[in-house]
Every structure is written in structure tokens, then in C-alpha cells.
């Protein structure tokens, strides 16, 4: 028996699980949060999202880990529901891998940690509703909307996103609903854009919009990383992404062993003893 207890103990070291991998990582994604967040909470929450998913459980450790601690250097929850931040399985050149995606209401977050917004929301224009834009020297640009209701099962046509600016006035930008398809990546239907298309229209607009706000360091990381695979990994504390569509040959290079530790911790771990 002890024999049989020691051989499985010497196989879970060698061949570490990927609830190993997430906890083994637990100080390094606490020094990301730096306490903006509840490091075991992100780390349980992690889990879960990982336990849901057997793809995301086989996907290669790497684009994994790196899909963590983006959402914890942006510091947004993951979680399907909370539509932050989500850890989306997908198969590339026959392998799997996870391809982090931040959600509408991790781009809201993200746009009001600047000091010059107040205020970001996005609405569907659908089928039915008086919709109009244009611009004049007395309103500038503008929109006028009456919805026919405020009824969700009739279609999409396009959206608006809008933000208030704390000095005054209000950015916006709508997009047609090709316009928004157009934007769509063409793996769409592996990600919450099959599950949670409304939530997903919407975030493409703000994202839109964000491009004419003023950036914070999060959002500008944020825009620069969405829906985009873990290109390198330094320490995982420095994440480098490349974007799959644009870089289709990257290859996933392990620099790290994913459950090594920094001179840092074990020497807090000596330490300790």
C-alpha cells in the first residue's frame, strides 16, 4: 500500500494537474492584485471556471496561466457570469489552448479607472425602434432614440456606446450590425459570443469606443491583449500576447517551468521554516 501511495505521490509531482499549476502560481497573482482583489477567491473562482470546462483542463498550461494573470494584472474577476473576464477553450494546429477574452463589463471597469470618465454604457438599437444620427452646428454630433420597447427578443440592428466625460460633454460611437459582425473573430462560435451574443455586441462597441477616451495603463493593456494567446512568459509575472488571427504560426515557447518559484519566494519559504 505504501508502495502504491509513494508511486502516486511521485507521478502527481512530475505530472502536476492544472489545479497544481493555478495554486502553485498563488503569489505571484497576489502581488498582481495587490490587494485590489481576494487572491484565494480570484484563485477559487479560477478553478471553477476550469472545472466546468474538460477543454480548458487539457489546454496547454501556458496559454492558461497567462490568460490568469491578465485577468489579474487588469484585476477583473473571471467568470461566466459576471461578464468580466473570460478563460475560452480553442483548438489551434490540432491543440488546445486558452484564449483569454475580456468581457463588456471588464471594459466598463476598465474605462471608468480613468479620472476624465464618469459614466459608460452601451444599448442595442433593434428592429422596429426610431433611430437616427447626424450632426449640426447647434448640436454637434448626435443621435435620437425611441425604442419601440424595452422588450429583448426582437432583433439587433446595431449599437450604441456612449461615455460622460467628468469635464463635460458625451463621446459615442454606433455601429451597424455588419459593421459589429465584421469585428466578430472568426472563431466565434468557441467563445461567449455563441452563449452571451447581446453582452458581446455590446463590448465590441465599447471597445470601439474606447479608442477615442482617454487610456488608462489598464485599458490601453486591455485593448492590446483581448482575445489574444500568451505569447511568452516571463516569471508570469511579465505576460507578452500575440493576437491568433495575425500571428496564425506563433508557436507557444515554455520559458519557465510552470511550477517553479522565484529566488524571492523560496526565500520566504526558507524563511518560514
Do not use: H
Amino acid at each position: 500500500m505504501s508502495t502504491d501511495l509513494s508511486t502516486a505521490a511521485a507521478a502527481a509531482k512530475t505530472q502536476p494537474t492544472m489545479k497544481d499549476l493555478v495554486e502553485a502560481q498563488l503569489p505571484a497573482i497576489e502581488r498582481q492584485l495587490g490587494g485590489a482583489m481576494n487572491s484565494a477567491a480570484f484563485v477559487r473562482a479560477v478553478l471553477s471556471e476550469i472545472g466546468k470546462s474538460p477543454d480548458l483542463m487539457n489546454a496547454a498550461p501556458k496559454t492558461l496561466l497567462g490568460g490568469v494573470m491578465l485577468a489579474a494584472q487588469l484585476r477583473l474577476e473571471i467568470g461566466s457570469g459576471l461578464g468580466e473576464f473570460y478563460l475560452t477553450p480553442r483548438k489551434e494546429r490540432g491543440r488546445q489552448i486558452c484564449l483569454p477574452i475580456i468581457g463588456y463589463q471588464g471594459f466598463i471597469k476598465l474605462a471608468l479607472r480613468s479620472e476624465f470618465v464618469t459614466n459608460v454604457q452601451a444599448f442595442l438599437v433593434r428592429q422596429g425602434d426610431q433611430f437616427s444620427y447626424g450632426a449640426n452646428a447647434e448640436r454637434g454630433m448626435y443621435y435620437d432614440w425611441v425604442p419601440l420597447d424595452f422588450e429583448e427578443t426582437r432583433d439587433w440592428i446595431g449599437v450604441v456606446a456612449t461615455a460622460r466625460m467628468r469635464s463635460g460633454g458625451t463621446t459615442w460611437v454606433y455601429l451597424t450590425r455588419s459593421q459589429v459582425m465584421d469585428r466578430r473573430p472568426s472563431y466565434w462560435a468557441s467563445t461567449p459570443w455563441k452563449t452571451n451574443e447581446d453582452e458581446m455586441v455590446k463590448k465590441t462597441a465599447v471597445r470601439a469606443l474606447a479608442k477615442f477616451l482617454p487610456k488608462s495603463t489598464d485599458l490601453g493593456r486591455a485593448l492590446e491583449a483581448d482575445e489574444a494567446k500568451v505569447q511568452t512568459l516571463k516569471g508570469l509575472d511579465e505576460v507578452e500576447v500575440t493576437r491568433v488571427d495575425d500571428e496564425p504560426q506563433t508557436l507557444v515557447v515554455q520559458e519557465q517551468d510552470p511550477m517553479s518559484r522565484t529566488p524571492e519566494e523560496i526565500a520566504e519559504q526558507e524563511a518560514s521554516r
